[in-house]
Structure formats: structure tokens, C-alpha cells
């Protein structure tokens, strides 16, 4: 498993603390819910984020999911960015050497690591039609993302 102290101190969110906390951002309005994704999304390209940060900007992504009004690409790119930065930050090494003579297993296991830990991520926060689209049609997965990234940043220009 990953030895990453961000994704230890997400997996340490109980699971009633994770779905209490996606309950209480579906009841906001969707003024409320937009101050908060501003608030988690406003951060400099170089902000290192902490576990409680990842952790808010996925409960805000799930609690997305269940707006019509915002287009369903947006919605997902929002979530797989959520997961993607997680995985981003979790998927070293662990400390062990790579096998000079074998790049490709290592290649394979950490394609294999970063698999399991966004669909980790996505089951953790409910986004099971998220998981089941990562682990069935990855590609059409990244094109709702990227036509999701898009329509975020016609928004917000």
C-alpha cells in the first residue's frame, strides 16, 4: 500500500466523518456551495495541500454531483481533478529502488498504484459512477474531464 502521509491522514477520516461531511455540503444552497469551491480551489500553483484541504475539495466535488445546473463534464472534471491531485502527491516510491534491469515493472506497478488509489479516492467519496467510468472507459473519462476543464475556464475568465 502507499506509505504517503497525506493519503494515511485521508484514510484516517472515518467514513461517518467523510459522509457526514458530503450530507452537510449537499444542503447548502448552490451560492454556499460555490463559495466553497472558490474557497478550496483558490490556491497558487505552488500550494502544497494538506489532507484536510483534499478532504474538503472532495466533499465540495461530490456535493457537486447531484447540481443539474452544473454541467455534468464540470462535475467531473472537479471530481477527477480532487482524486488526481491526491494521487499526485501519493504515488512515490516509498523509499524501495526502482530495478535497473526491469523499468517497465516498475512503470507497471506504479500505473497499478495510481489505478487502485483513484478508485480508492472515488469510492471513499461516494463517486461510484466516477469509479466504474475510471475503471471501464478511462478515455471517456478524460474527455468529460477535459471538456469539464474547459467549460471551468470559459467560466471563470
Not at 447548502?28 to 460555490?34: A, F, I, N, T
Not at 472532495?58 to 462535475?75: G, H, I, T
Amino acid at each position: 500500500m502507499i506509505s504517503s502521509p497525506i493519503l494515511k491522514s485521508l484514510l484516517a477520516i472515518p467514513q461517518c466523518w467523510v459522509d457526514s461531511d458530503i450530507a452537510e455540503a449537499e444542503k447548502l444552497s448552490g451560492h454556499g456551495l460555490r463559495e466553497r469551491l472558490t474557497c478550496v480551489c483558490d490556491k497558487p500553483a505552488t500550494h502544497v495541500w494538506t489532507a484536510q484541504e483534499h478532504h474538503e475539495f472532495m466533499v465540495v466535488a461530490k456535493a457537486c454531483q447531484l447540481r443539474p445546473k452544473v454541467p455534468y463534464e464540470f462535475r467531473v472534471y472537479i471530481a477527477a481533478l480532487g482524486a488526481e491531485r491526491i494521487v499526485s502527491g501519493t504515488t512515490g516510491d516509498g523509499g524501495r529502488q526502482s530495478s535497473p534491469d526491469c523499468p517497465e515493472n516498475e512503470i507497471k506497478r506504479h500505473e497499478r498504484l495510481m489505478g487502485a488509489t483513484m478508485l480508492n479516492v472515488f469510492r471513499r467519496y461516494r463517486l461510484d459512477e466516477l469509479a466504474r467510468l475510471y475503471e471501464t472507459n478511462r478515455a471517456e473519462l478524460e474527455r468529460l474531464r477535459d471538456e469539464g476543464r474547459r467549460i471551468g475556464e470559459r467560466v471563470s475568465t
